[in-house]
């Protein structure tokens, strides 16, 4: 899908026939030999609208009804809706000779990735 050198520091939206995401890194706990890497649904918790990131505070806002999530896609304790949402879901990631792998689901009503 992407590869560590072009991902940069900033989330990198992406959209397959069954989901909208974003993947970036995670450099809590990053060592020079292994770079962390987190993979969410752009999918919000509350009503399902696309979440947007925003680079200037690094955090996922939602247009329809200021839903918020941190970078990790934990509900922001800033937002108005925080006992309406749920953290975005994670997504299963893999890098292999510096290319990063996703795993999507396979079909819109799949609950399970594969
Ligand atoms: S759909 Fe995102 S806050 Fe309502």
Redesign the pocket.
Known sequence: MTTLALLGNEALRFTTDTIVGYVLRDDSGATPEKVNIIALSAA??????L?QWHSADRTFH?P????LFTEDGEVDKRSS?QPH?SPLPQLQTNVEEGRIYVRVPLSKDDSSFC
């Open positions: 919000c918790t509350h009503m399902g609208c979440v939602c329809c009804h200021d839903g809706l949402l």
